[in-house]
Structure formats: C-alpha cells, structure tokens
C-alpha cells in the first residue's frame, strides 16, 4: 500500500480508502446495502491488515447507523484510534424541520457533535461538506468550519460535488481571509467518466487540493459482471439503484478493452479500472466499499496492477472525452507556449 499526501498538507493517506456507504442498511440506504456489524468488523479489519488507513463515512449514510458502526468497529477491533484518517460528511437532511439540512452554522455545529458522538471519537480528521448548498452563503459555511478547526474537533475540512467555480470561490476566500480552506474534493471519476478532467483536475492540480473518488467502479458497472446487451448479476446495486449515470456505449466499448487486458495479466477488470485511476497524478485516494469480503478483497489488488505506456495510451483513446469548447480552443491557443 502506497501513502500518498492529501493536498498541500502533509498528511499521509492511503491510496485506496475504506468507504462505509454499505455498513447498516436503513431507509432509503437498503439498496447500497445492509452489513450488520459482524461484517462490518471484518472488511474494517482485512482493510487496516492491507495497509488502509482512511476511513470515509457520512452522517447521512443509513441515518447515521454507517458511523455509528463504523465507531464501535474501531472499538472491537482495538485499533488505535491515532493511526487512522477518519473522514465524514455534513449537508444531508438528518431531522425534520426548517433547519434539518444545509450547511448553516446551526446545521453543521449540530451536527459535528452528533457525528463526534456517533463515531465515539474525540476529533474528526476530515470534515467535508456533501455538496452545495444554494441556500446559504458559502462564507457563512467556510467561517463555521474555521471555528471547528480552531477548536480541535476537525483536523481538516474539505468539499464534495462541487462545481469548479464553487470550490475556487472557496479557496479564494480562505485564503483572503486566511482561514482553514479545503484541503480535498470527493468526487465521482471513473474511466468510464471523465467530466472531472474538463475543469476540476486542472483546478485541484493547480490549486493542489486533493482528489478522493467517489464510486470508482461506475456503481458497479466496471466490475465486469456486466454485458453489452443488459444481463447482469440479479443482486447488483444497479438493479435496484441505477446510479450514477452512465454512457453504456462509450463503458462497454471501454469494457472491451479491458475484458482481454485483465485476462492477459490474470486480473480482474474491477481491479484494472481501479488501478487507472491509481496512475492518475491528481488522485489522492480510491474510496471502494464491499458487500462481502471477497470483493475487497478482489479491489485491493487494484494496488499492484502495472500498466504498460502503450496499454495506458489503448486504454486513453477508447476512454476520452469528447472535445467541448472552450477547451479544444486553449488547446489551440496555448500549443505555441507550452512549446
């Protein structure tokens, strides 16, 4: 297992993570799945034997149980509590009423604690807000986040699902007022979908913010279970939760490629998709969750898959994105300078 720093700060996080969206199972979580703690304990334990050490969670996963499991599993397991990154979220609605969502100061001071409580932990070591929050102004968010780093109960704070303009606006205004900015994005990237490398990777690449990918897998289409013409495993989370969106033509022309590479190297085409993502420059850490142990443990030797120059160019071409503007005209414009 590789440690790689997040962001500009010097904190070393492995480059998979361990995500927690199947831990519990309640409400509208029962179809990304339900692991009673037994489970729980177990992928906890294979994951920190391999080398894991960051933990990624939200307090909207399963309502709450996700972090609450994900605390007693760290306790069960006797694991130092130091040795791990532990990351949550805030911005979902947690309870009824006007003020049980967003990222107002009242929201996310009360929610703070509840997580704090729920993952029986004196500090948080990343706080990440879940996305955006149209209603409240992004400086009333960014000022309350301060306040937690200061106190001690967030380490660092970082974003998810934000637009590029959302997430510079951000980082201007910490830095204007020289306050805790954010250190990393949550994202969804996958070969199958690169929207990210349009505006966002030149952003966290220049403004060197870390980049933690969200569903690395397609929701499961890249695991290599499915086939052109629909058939798929009965059980897979796609049945029940088609999500994310998918362009299915472009994902099983890139499926073909990769079906004869990962037979040629005695891999698994999850674990190939898994490690492009590891060879690009701006990803910090591969969040990737199971159901059942034999999935981690298929999706941790994602690690020590290589690829050669000519299989990344094979596996680039059939993977690209379209050209949009304005892209291909600062490609244009910027070629005699980059020269």
């Not at 391999?50 to 309502?63: C, L």
């Not at 149980?65 to 979220?89: C, F, W, Y």
């Not at 805030?90 to 309870?95: A, C, P």
């Not at 003020?99 to 993952?119: A, D, F, P, Y």
């Amino acid at each position: 297992m590789k440690y790689n720093l997040l962001g500009s700060t010097g904190l070393k996080v492995s480059e998979l993570c361990l995500g927690t969206m199947t831990f519990g199972g309640k409400g509208y979580w029962t179809a990304i799945g339900t692991l009673p703690q037994d489970n729980v304990d177990e992928l906890v334990k294979r994951a920190v034997d391999a080398g894991i050490n960051f933990i990624d969670t939200a307090n909207v996963y399963s309502e709450g149980l996700s972090e609450q499991m994900t605390g007693k599993a760290i306790r069960n397991l006797g694991l130092n509590r130091d040795d791990l990154v532990i990351a949550t979220k805030v911005r979902g609605k947690m309870s009824e009423g006007p003020n049980g969502s967003g990222l107002t100061r009242k929201h996310i001071m009360q929610q703070v604690e509840e997580s704090l409580k729920r993952l029986d932990t004196d500090y948080i070591d990343l706080y990440q807000i879940h996305g955006y929050d149209p209603l409240t102004p992004l400086e009333e968010t960014l000022w309350a986040l301060d306040d937690l780093v200061k106190s001690g109960k967030v380490r660092y704070i970082g974003c998810s699902n934000l637009a590029a303009w959302q997430l510079m606006k951000a980082l201007a205004f910490s830095e204007y007022t020289e306050q805790a900015r954010f250190v990393s994005l949550q994202a969804y990237y996958t070969i199958a979908g690169r929207d990210l490398e349009r505006e966002l990777i030149p952003l966290l690449l220049d403004q060197k913010v870390g980049l933690m990918v969200w569903s690395p897998l397609a929701g499961g289409l890249l695991s290599g279970k499915y086939k052109r013409n629909g058939e798929g495993p009965e059980d897979a989370r796609r049945v029940n939760f088609d999500f994310p969106p998918v362009n299915r033509d472009r994902a099983f022309d890139i499926l073909d490629v990769l079906h004869p590479m990962a037979e040629a190297k005695g891999a698994s085409v999850a674990q190939l998709a898994l490690a492009w993502l590891l060879h690009q420059p701006a990803v910090s850490s591969v969040i990737i969750g199971a159901k059942k142990t034999e999935q981690l443990e298929d999706n941790l030797k994602a690690i020590d898959v290589q690829f050669t120059a000519a299989e990344l160019q094979q596996l680039d071409e059939v993977s690209k994105l379209p050209a949009e503007y304005p892209g291909w005209m600062l490609e244009r414009q910027g070629a005699d300078r980059k020269q």
